[in-house]
């Protein structure tokens, strides 16, 4: 039994309890938490480690929306808008695909792993990726992709996708979770999201999909036109239709299955309640809207709706870091109509507790009984003004000094 002792514990829970001088008892799951005292008297044969001044335990971070396979992407695609950029990742996809590398992903991983990101959601295209999270030293739940729009090709699209979850199946343990995507509205047919559902049930797999990301996407949804229809749709086939009536209609295929949406940013009132009644989240990449769709979620309508928000990175194909530290930094700089204090809360539960609760797993927060994925570090300087400790700790953090996945040190 490890005890760690810290100027600052972040439990993450749901009261959002912090203990000043704390302490965490811990095996592989969590025993307890509390006052340094309080925690020393209770286990006394415990192997005590002091962490040094203004140090911070928190649980482990939660990157709950990235593409690996797209990590070769610097400047390669166009951004600042979805179309263009769509256009350049069709274009691209290949070479981005050939430059993919498996050595590099490693470092990534590696990188993300030091900035204490112990869980991450990763959505696979290709499954060129596989054997690279199967390694990976943080938890990864994989989200196999199904896309396809084109009536013809759907079994074969389909078949191609069943051969890469089954794959990812067989790979199955405590650290790696398979686990199912539908691209999008604009790019999977109904008969393809149908089937993706029904394996989720069957399996017990919860599925993440892309929806309402761009404007352009709201009005080919809506009413069939706009730029998916002019600079998009028309290159390939310009008598194409929607396959979905309306947003709507494709988040009811969700209902009884534990479903990530992402981005959401032009999603209406009518999608948000939708979702809150399906007990889905929403997860935002909020650097990634702003370098493809020059807008932002609008935290406070999720907060009032109640509705679970977790936090991405999205894939370098739409940033310049999966670093969730940078992420929750842009966050406070792009929000900024909310209160400082409480979105820094927000964005620190959202990496933690709200992001595991949206994967479905046993982390992210500080807890009795929760797996033991730990991080700590130090803050150069402690806020003298207590109510800025979560903008200060988003602030002042880059990396982190100790990382535990599963009560075993890993760094
Ligand atoms: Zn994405």
Known sequence: MNILCADFVLTCNDNFDIFYNGAICFEKEIVDVGNKDDILKKYKNAKITELPKNSVLMPGLVNAHTHLEFSSNIATLTYGSFIPWLNSVIQNREILREKYSESKTEKLLDDMLKSGVTTLGNISSFGIDLLVCKKSKQKIVYFAEAIGSVALALDALYSDFKARVYEALDLKDEKFIPALSVHSPYSTHPIITKKVVELAKNKNLIISTH?????????????????????FFNNFNPDIKPMYESGLEFLKFFDGVKTLFTHSVFANESELEFIKSINASITHCPTSNRLLVNDKLNLQNIKEKNILLSLGTDGLSSNTSLNLWVEMRNAIYLHTNDEIDSLAKTLILSSTNFGAKALGLKIGQLDKNYQSDIISFCLEEIPKNISNLCLQIILQTKSVDLI????????
Not at 217 to 230: H, L, P, T, V
Not at 405 to 410: A, L, P, Q, T
Request: with cysteine; charged share 35%.
């Open 211 to 231: 929806f309402m990301e761009s404007y352009a996407e709201r009005c080919w949804i809506d009413n069939a036109n706009g730029e998916f229809k002019d600079k």
């Open 404 to 411: 535990y996945i599963n009560g075993e040190k890993v760094i």
